[in-house]
């Protein structure tokens, strides 16, 4: 295991705890990169991360954002990656983004293979939109007990405090970008955790995510040659995969950038099916609105609405004419699809039952 350099870049991590904290004071006892927790699960939000972030960027600290990801039996790595980029949306970060993987976090008796997958879909999630190749952290024991050696593909920020030469080998991974020494150092008035990082945690130019401005995308509306492996088109078949969009063989795309036939198929099934105009299956704003709104407005749909989220939601259901009619037999879809997700079959399509949908 790689041993601490006098090149290595002194740090700390912190979160809503430490707000308020003297980001000055941090800068004057050699801080010179802050984590910054933004968010944990799919719904929680740390409050002071945007303040933390102006203001440390203002005493001259680079910065970069974490999220506490939760494993389940069911991933829920899409929700969570979408919880992150929006709260990371329109701040400046200066350093690979992190996903903090650790006891917390775990819920079921996971095997290692699908915990670093979740991880790792997580990440790829992150790097198609904001185009950066987050980092992970966890600790020696968690990393020797529950990933795989794939989780090698992520940079390494490991937490363990033995000794502070550097952390113990893990069987996993060989090195680290970051390391994570001690629990109690007092900085800014606050008792922070202390880190040591190399200088590949710093991106080449300051990140600002924002949605729409996915890099590499094609303009809207364009319909220039893709090229192989093109960022922008990654971007937009995760998106189709993610709201379950198929092609016409009824199966899932490879997100592999590439704008080939069965891209192009499956965008003109979401045209179709919410009333856009049909063109030759090009990804534009129309397309990245309505993405948009099927993820974020989710509205209450019951026996009797109609329309294009009537027509979305017959799709997914399978077996149905899309005709946008909630009638008897959506209805009764929708409620076979409750029972078999542990909801209560109510029949009214609303937070629960997209949730289960779509996530």
Same mark, same amino acid.
């Given at each position: 295991?790689?041993?601490?350099?006098p090149?290595?870049?002194a740090?700390?991590?912190?979160?809503?705890?430490?707000?308020?904290?003297?980001?000055? #004071?941090?800068?004057?006892?050699?801080?010179?990169?802050?984590?910054?927790k933004?968010?944990?699960g799919?719904?929680?939000?740390?409050?002071?991360?945007?303040?933390? =972030?102006?203001?440390?960027?203002?005493?001259g600290?680079?910065?970069?954002?974490?999220?506490?990801f939760?494993?389940?039996?069911?991933?829920?790595?899409a929700?969570?990656?979408?919880?992150?980029?929006?709260?990371?949306?329109?701040?400046?970060?200066?350093c690979?983004?992190?996903? #903090?993987?650790?006891?917390?976090?775990?819920h079921?008796?996971?095997?290692?293979?699908?915990?670093t997958?979740?991880?790792?879909?997580?990440?790829?999630?992150?790097? =198609?939109?904001?185009?950066?190749?987050?980092?992970?952290y966890? =600790?020696?024991?968690?990393?020797a007990?529950?990933?795989?050696?794939?989780?090698?593909?992520?940079?390494?920020w490991?937490? #363990?405090?033995?000794?502070?030469?550097?952390?113990?080998e893990?069987?996993?991974?060989?090195?680290?970008?970051g390391?994570?020494y001690?629990f109690?150092?007092?900085?800014?008035?606050?008792?922070?955790d202390l880190?040591l990082f190399?200088?590949?945690?710093?991106?080449?130019?300051?990140?600002?995510y924002?949605?729409?401005?996915?890099?590499?995308?094609?303009?809207a509306?364009?319909?220039?040659?893709?090229?192989?492996?093109d960022?922008?088109?990654?971007?937009?078949?995760?998106?189709? =995969?993610?709201i379950?969009?198929?092609?016409?063989?009824?199966?899932?795309?490879?997100?592999?950038g590439?704008?080939?036939p069965?891209t192009k198929?499956?965008?003109?099934?979401?045209?179709r099916?919410?009333?856009?105009?049909?063109?030759a299956?090009?990804?534009?704003s129309?397309?990245?609105?309505?993405?948009?709104?099927?993820?974020?407005?989710?509205?209450?749909?019951?026996?009797?609405?109609?329309?294009?989220?009537?027509?979305?939601l017959q799709?997914?259901?399978?077996?149905?004419?899309?005709?946008?009619?909630?009638?008897?037999?959506?209805?009764?879809a929708?409620k076979?699809?409750?029972l078999?997700?542990?909801?209560d079959? #109510?029949?009214?399509?609303?937070?629960?039952?997209?949730?289960a949908?779509?996530?």
């Open positions: 295991m790689r041993k601490v350099q090149t290595d870049i740090g700390m991590d912190i979160s809503g705890y430490d707000a308020g904290m003297d980001y000055l #004071d941090a800068a004057g006892k050699g801080i010179r990169i802050a984590y910054i933004a968010t944990e799919s719904t929680f939000a740390d409050g002071s991360f945007a303040g933390h =972030n102006s203001a440390l960027r203002a005493a600290i680079k910065t970069g954002a974490y999220h506490f939760h494993f389940y039996a069911e991933s829920t790595a929700g969570q990656a979408q919880a992150f980029l929006q709260k990371i949306e329109g701040c400046p970060l200066d690979a983004p992190a996903i #903090d993987c650790e006891d917390g976090g775990l079921g008796g996971l095997g290692k293979g699908e915990i997958q979740q991880a790792l879909d997580f990440a790829r999630m992150i790097e =198609n939109f904001a185009g950066v190749q987050p980092i992970f966890s =600790n020696t024991a968690f990393i007990e529950h990933f795989t050696a794939d989780i090698a593909k992520l940079g390494a490991i937490a #363990d405090t033995r000794d502070p030469a550097g952390p113990g893990n069987g996993v991974v060989a090195g680290w970008v390391y994570q001690s109690g150092g007092q900085v800014g008035g606050r008792t922070v880190d190399t200088s590949d945690v710093i991106l080449p130019r300051t990140l600002i924002r949605r729409g401005e996915t890099p590499g995308a094609p303009a509306q364009t319909s220039a040659p893709a090229q192989q492996g960022a922008g088109i990654k971007a937009y078949q995760y998106k189709l =995969n993610r379950g969009i198929r092609d016409d063989s009824g199966q899932p795309l490879d997100e592999d590439i704008d080939g069965r198929q499956a965008v003109v099934r979401l045209e099916l919410m009333g856009l105009g049909v063109d299956g090009i990804w534009g129309e397309c990245e609105k309505t993405y948009g709104d099927i993820t974020g407005i989710k509205p209450v749909l019951t026996h009797g609405s109609d329309g294009a989220f009537v027509r979305y799709y997914r259901l399978g077996g149905l004419a899309a005709d946008g009619i909630f009638g008897p037999a959506t209805l009764g929708v076979r699809f409750q078999s997700h542990g909801l079959a #109510d029949g009214i399509v609303g937070p629960l039952t997209w949730g949908l779509i996530g």
